[in-house]
């Protein structure tokens, strides 16, 4: 018997997820590149929703958050009956897994794939395995390697964050094609809309035509909604109606729901924030690999900086001589990444200024 409540098996081997930093202190202006945010921010029609709701605070949200399920089915040509909404595509992700894991059950995703898995694996009372990537990328049949007759769910982050790399859409429907019909394989396909590539697809043809695929989105990225919480997944009947029992009722809030319609309606905005990106992040590549430093090619919001280990360059005194600057970048350490950071594409100034700044950490380095 303990003298006090013990959390169930798994819970305390889970390393907290630590969120990228967001001050510089003593700093007069900081530009905060580490949490893949817009720098564009939200769309004016969002901002003006959420305004509208604020008198209207007392009453509960639709728990079924309809007219943005419908907007969202609207737009990708879905069935509103197979989307469920939440508080972010974190909550998504984990009542994915509350769902379908459970102890003795495992849980695959990549080396560098996006942490929330490990964490909902193991909270879920789960065990979570790791398949190796190759060149930073997912690689399917080191995935399909990993899968037992204890694996119950396949977390693809596609793009990957931290990493930016991708799988092509063939290699997901061979990822898909070699799992067995009783594991969920899901799609996180958060920075989706960033992605200019012909062989991408975020996975809707293969969620429409499979009993055991989902997709999840997110607000948080393009549509530049991270303060609300909200994402959305759509997948087969079978699995929304198991998410469906155990989400809380009210897991939306009304100002996330009526933002989240208003952003979808603004097509022009999200051009904007494509363009700027496309704009961008291959400026960011190419300058940061013209001062020296190796940068993991990347088709979403940010890039993997690379660094050496020699004293005086390491990612983690680049980090701190950019930190004085402003420019907080995201330490990479928790993804098994020590010697790189992630930046994320800003402003122009923004992004001008972590280029200088880079170019002096390394002029710096060398004496
Ligand atoms: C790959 C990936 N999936 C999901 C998320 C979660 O996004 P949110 O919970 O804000 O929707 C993120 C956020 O960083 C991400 O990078």
């Not at 197979?82 to 974190?90: E, L, M, P």
């Not at 496309?278 to 690999?289: A, F, K, M, N, V």
């Not at 005194?317 to 790189?340: M, P």
Request: hydrophobic share 45%; with cysteine; net charge neutral.
């Amino acid at each position: 018997m303990s003298a006090r409540p013990v959390p169930r098996p798994g819970v305390l081997s889970i390393e907290a997820y630590v969120p990228g930093k967001s001050a510089a202190p003593g700093v007069p202006k900081v530009y905060k590149l580490s949490s893949n945010e817009t720098p564009l921010g939200p769309s004016p029609k969002a901002v003006a929703a959420v305004k509208a709701m604020a008198g209207e605070l007392e009453y509960y949200p639709d728990g079924a958050a309809t007219a943005l399920r419908e907007a969202i089915a609207a737009k990708y040509g879905l069935d509103p009956a197979r989307i469920v909404c939440g508080a972010g595509s974190d909550e998504l992700l984990s009542l994915l897994t509350n769902a379908y894991v459970g102890p003795g059950d495992e849980g695959v995703f990549t080396t560098h794939g996006f942490l929330v898995y490990r964490i909902a694996i193991l909270a879920a009372g789960g065990t979570p395995v790791i398949a190796e990537e190759t060149n930073h990328t997912a690689d399917v049949d080191a995935i399909l390697a990993k899968v037992t007759p204890r694996t119950k769910i396949v977390f693809l982050a596609n793009p990957n964050n931290p990493t930016g790399t991708y799988l092509p859409f063939d290699e997901v429907k061979r990822l898909h094609a070699g799992l067995p019909p009783q594991v969920l394989l899901v799609l996180d396909a958060a920075y989706a809309e960033y992605v200019r590539r012909n062989d991408y697809a975020s996975g809707l043809e293969l969620v429409a035509t499979s009993e055991n695929v989902v997709m999840t989105r997110t607000f948080s990225k393009i549509y530049g909604l991270a303060g609300l919480r909200l994402g959305w997944m759509v997948g087969p009947a079978h699995v929304v109606d198991a998410v469906n029992r155990i989400r809380g009722p009210f897991n939306v809030n009304a100002p996330a729901i009526a933002a989240g319609v208003a952003a979808l309606s603004d097509e022009a905005h999200v051009a904007a924030a494509v363009a700027h990106n496309d704009e961008w992040l291959p400026w960011l590549s190419r300058e940061i690999e013209a001062l020296g430093l190796k940068v993991t090619p990347s088709v979403g919001n940010f890039l993997l900086i690379h660094f050496p280990e020699t004293p005086g360059r390491t990612a983690k005194e680049a980090d701190a001589f950019l930190t004085k600057r402003g420019l907080i970048l995201r330490g990479v350490a928790a993804y098994g990444l020590s010697n790189a950071l992630r930046l994320t594409v800003g402003t122009e100034e923004a992004n001008r200024l972590v280029v200088a700044a880079l170019a002096d950490f390394l002029k710096a380095g060398a004496r």
